[in-house]
């Protein structure tokens, strides 16, 4: 009898329990699900085109991932703004193209976007920093490097002396134009600075939109030269300086979240995503075969670099 | 010992000796009875702290999922572990270890109350709280899948703490070898 009673008890503790759970909602309440967050997304390393490396259980460090972040952010009700986390010394004109429109267009859709710059946001990385609300960068962050240049390595000496020949069918005058085993003829050179100005002239257009500035006083800015921090904010390049975590402060504040914000981070590799999506940047024998590779080859891997 | 609410109680209070009788019992039917309120329990917290959320249109298919994975688990275990136990030496069956592992969903129920007390609390201990339920719970569970081992196949502690080691050890194994191999072999994948 004294078994059944306790059993007893404990099975109405626990059915009190079930029904109070009912109004409580333990654990998980309405707030927390659909609530205010703010998204921290991540922009590390090189700024290029595409699925970046493809791991067991991730892909990453090419823009189409950085993308579908931005998108998972947008999509997501409860996150108001967006920390945008940069630490790239810049990357493709393209691809940073690319993403700078995204944000655009996240913006657009009334998600105000931060950036806080981290060690290094020059170049491309400033291209992504420009299209956002307001930039955040610690008084010794290496930003500014704004240009463009197109990498060009001639080899025709080098090849001469191993005894290498290339012989090409070309369906026209320039279709090896930037070709390692010749030197660029004048004509060549006047199309490539073309394309190089066009380009720069888009990014100097996207500081001066993004920024608010005279696109002429971005041009004396963008020479190439790299800035600090503190020297970018006395130009205007950045709003405020600090680190992540005044960024993650202004950006709650922006959107007028009260106390400390939740934080939902896009991107972050587990344990395991790191062992199996493991970059091959982090292989420098795939990494020097990759730029042997790219100065071996033709016209398609010199792509236009912004950084 | 008898009716379902005097084995509650000695497998809440008496567990070793509560496991032994279930097994030379072959309680099946007490032990469908555990394990379906060992089901429907945690599905009920679940659906507390999901309902009013986006997330209570996958309850459905979570109870589903959890119904059916339980299940398998439940005669897959029993089946393995019988099998493990025979090799270490024990002696007993597995429909009886069968019906004793049924009984060692009972902390999933228990756990309830503290559940609700844990929700209570304030939100920056709150998930301290959770995590700390769920590790009681767990290792309760083993606690009680060693004691139905032991009445089972009457092993001794150490032997019945090595059968159920077994089966986990080997998957972990095999898994970190299926991981390793094939991370390793996409790695290889010119992208």
Known sequence: MFKKSVVLLLILIVGVSMLVGLFITPGLNNKKIEGEKLAVIYVEGMIVGGRGQVGLFSEGGGTDHLIRQLHTARDDSSVKAVVLRINSPGGT?????????????????????????????????YWLAACTDKIYANPATITGSLGVYVPYS?????????????????????????????????EERAIIQAMVDDMYNQFIEVIAQGRGLDPAAVRELADGRIYTGRQAKELGLVDELGNMYDAIDGAAAMVGIQGKPEIVEYGKMSVIEGLLGARSSLNPEQMLLKHVKEMLSASPAAMPQSY | MGSFLETVYDVLFNPKQAMRYIAEKKLIGQALAMFSIGILVPVWAIYTG????????????????????????WVFSAAVLSFIAELAGGRGTAVGLFSALGFSQLPKIVVMPLWVLAALLPAGVQATAFGLIGMITVIWMLVLHVAALQGAFSLSGVRAVLVLSVPLLVSIGAIVVIIIFAGSALMQLPF
């Open chain 1, 93 to 125: 004109v393209p691809a940073s193209q690319e993403v700078g429109e995204e944000l655009k267009k996240l913006r657009a859709a009334g998600k105000p976007v931060i950036t806080s710059m981290a060690d290094m946001a020059a170049s491309g990385g």
């Open chain 1, 154 to 186: 001639n080899l025709e000496e080098l090849y001469k002396k191993i005894g290498v020949r290339q012989e090409k069918i070309k369906s026209g005058p320039h279709k090896d134009i930037l070709s390692p085993d010749r030197q660029l003829t004048e």
């Open chain 2, 50 to 73: 999901l309902k009013g959320t986006s997330g209570v249109s996958v309850l459905g298919l979570l109870f589903i999922v959890h119904v059916i994975g339980s299940l398998v688990l």
